[in-house]
């Protein structure tokens, strides 16, 4: 996909938590034939076409092998235990801010948006490229969302684990994108037990179809 809007848009995947609560690695659990990050990755990579960086941290080698054959900068942020927002500077500090007017931040483990859900709210940025573009699901704002380059010193100047949800909340205009499937990450077991689970009563009505 090639559009004019999206040659401005850069986009920073998060993928540095350490997973405590499921006990593994959840950027590498497999999720429909391949890492649950890599599918993070293909629904980004078509509009961010500024470049992509995934930040890593908790066993950076063993996740980064999953990124070997995808064309991204792959940032390690050897501090990710203190919170998302070192990782958050560490992946836009990799990004110079002057070669891009729109930033797109997904996260690695909300494996039920797709790539389509992703042009949506690039489309809804490009259309009002002044303010941010936030996926709207549980009645809030969050990510995936895309801010203006103007918003980076805000997001530079989160600390611990806040994340770019406080961002969003303050800003007096934002294109809100209904996206449901975000409301869906992975911490836990159970967290994934839902998912397995909603992905085998899919595969059953499609077979019945």
Request: one cysteine or more.
């Amino acid at each position: 996909m090639s559009f004019e809007g999206y040659q401005k848009l850069a986009g920073l995947i998060l993928a540095a938590g350490g997973s405590r609560r499921l006990g593994r690695p959840k950027q590498l659990l497999q999720w429909q034939g391949k890492a649950m990050l890599c599918s993070a990755v293909e629904a980004c990579l078509p509009v961010c076409q500024a470049g992509l960086v995934v930040v890593t941290g908790a066993r950076a080698a063993e996740v980064e092998t999953c990124l070997e054959s995808y064309p991204v900068t792959v940032v390690r942020n050897p501090d990710w235990a203190k919170g998302i927002s070192g990782s958050l500077r560490a992946g836009l500090a990799a990004l110079r801010p002057c070669t891009f007017a729109g930033l797109l931040l997904s996260l690695g483990d909300q494996p039920l948006v797709t790539p389509d859900d992703i042009v949506r709210l690039a489309d809804a940025w490009v259309a009002s490229p002044e303010q941010p573009a936030a996926a709207h699901y549980n009645g809030m704002r969050g990510v995936p969302a895309i801010f203006p380059a103007s918003f980076c010193g805000e997001l530079m100047a989160l600390t611990g684990d806040e994340g770019a949800r406080r961002v969003l909340r303050a800003a007096t205009e934002c294109s809100e994108v209904a996206m449901p499937a975000a409301a869906m990450d992975i911490d836990t077991p159970s967290d994934l037990e839902a998912l397995l689970l909603g992905d085998s009563q899919e595969d059953k009505r499609s077979n019945t179809e």
